[in-house]
Each structure stands twice: as C-alpha cells, then as structure tokens.
C-alpha cells in the first residue's frame, strides 16, 4: 500500500498490516516518542520532533501513521485506556472508598498519563447555551450546575489537531472513575461539589514536565498532596 493510499483511508496501518522485526522496533520508537514529546509539548507538537525523538526519518513515521491525527488519535486512545485500567485496579484492590480515590490518583499522575488525556475530556466550556454551562462530567449532583459531557469538537487551536478516544473508551474511563468519586462522596470522604472532571484535572494538572526526573516526581507528588487536601471534606 502506498503512502498516498493509506492517507487517503486514514487507518492506522501499524494495527492492520503484520511487520517484519525492525518495522516493529520502529513502530515501538515512534510510540515511545511520540508519547514524550506530546507529553512534553502537548499534541500541537509536530511530527518531525516525534521522527527526531525516535531516531528514525519522517517518513517512516508517516508510513506507519498516514496523518497526524492518526497518531495523536493512537496515543489518546491508549492514554485513555491505561487510566481505565488503573483506576479499575484501584477499585478493586482498595476497600477504603478514599484509599481507592488516592491510590487512582497517585498511580495515573506518576505514569504521566494526564498529560495525554484527550483535550475533550478535559475541556471545560463556560458558555451558556441551552441547559446552562456546559463541562465535561457525567453526574449532576443536588444543588450543583447541570454538568454533562461537552460534544467532540476540534480543540480551538489551530496547531492542535482535534483529538478524541473513541467513544466507548471515553464513557469507559468516565464511568469507573464516577463510581470511584461517588464512593468517596457517599463516605462523606470527598467534597460533595467534587466532579469527575475535577479528577481528571487534577491527573492532567499533577503531571508537570520538567527536564530532571527526580524534580519532576518531586513537584508532582507535593502538587498532589496539596491537591488531594484539597478535595478531601472537612468536619463542619
């Protein structure tokens, strides 16, 4: 299959077409890349920088990866999953509804995952519109503004291509770390005004990219204490 034709279907090649040992070493590079640069830099970040990081020309990143929304698409998807499957893990393994809370919390912002969460999970819109503002959560709480997921929109930057986990995958994520904030709140653990959003940006907003390791585990875990104190209820 040619460049052009793959690029015109816009599939991801590296899912559909078996690879000899090096084309799968660099389809290995190019996604190790490419999840640092965009964690780095965030998704506007260009794909000679991904090609740069990996080690390999540009092309062969566009011969696995037609477009860069294909990519970026790639990486969002799995971003999303390995935080449905942490926050999973947490669920299970903790029986203390604010243990299971902190434990999600602490394992996603030490991968890093916040920083590749799809933009639209995050987005929060402001606007009024029909129904109130709008921000992307699922569950309304009592006396709170209607919260609900905000549609599939292009990110308002021009350099940024639109990026969205497929939706199964979203409703996923949002789903298991719902029940995680409802168990916190029930236990009167949580702020009753905390949302599911508030989670996720607290994954997003603990994970700052710093060029020293150390420091950067350093800054993410004292951020996440002072966020996590934040959250937490108080006695009245």
Avoid: C
Wanted: hydrophobic content about 45%; aromatic content about 2%.
């Amino acid at each position: 299959m040619t460049m052009s034709a793959a690029a015109g279907n816009g599939r991801d090649v590296s899912r559909t077409t078996p690879l000899r040992v090096d084309a799968q070493r660099n389809l290995e590079h190019v996604l190790r890349a490419a999840r640092e640069v965009f964690g780095e830099l965030g998704y506007g970040a260009p794909m000679e920088d991904v090609a740069r990081r990996a080690r390999v020309g540009v092309g062969t990143v566009y011969r696995r990866f037609p477009s860069k929304d294909v990519l970026v698409r790639r990486i969002a998807e799995e971003e999303t999953s390995r935080l449905t499957d942490q926050a999973r893990a947490a669920l299970g393994q903790e029986d203390e509804p604010w243990s299971a809370l902190s434990r999600f919390l602490r394992t996603s912002v030490a991968s890093g995952a916040g920083r590749l969460l799809p933009p639209q999970v995050l987005r929060v819109s402001v606007e009024d519109g029909p129904g109130g503002p709008r921000v992307p959560q699922q569950r309304p709480q009592p006396g709170a503004t209607e919260l609900r997921l905000v549609p599939d929109q292009p990110v308002a930057v021009a350099s940024v291509p639109a990026v969205a986990a497929d939706d199964a995958g979203t409703s996923a994520l949002l789903e298991v770390v719902g029940q995680l904030v409802d168990r916190a709140r029930a236990a009167g653990e949580l702020r009753a005004d905390v949302s599911v959003s508030d989670v996720l940006l607290v994954i997003a907003t603990a994970a700052p990219s710093l060029p020293d390791a150390a420091q950067q585990a350093a800054a993410s875990a004292r951020l996440l204490d002072i966020l996590l104190e934040g959250l937490r209820s108080r006695p009245a």
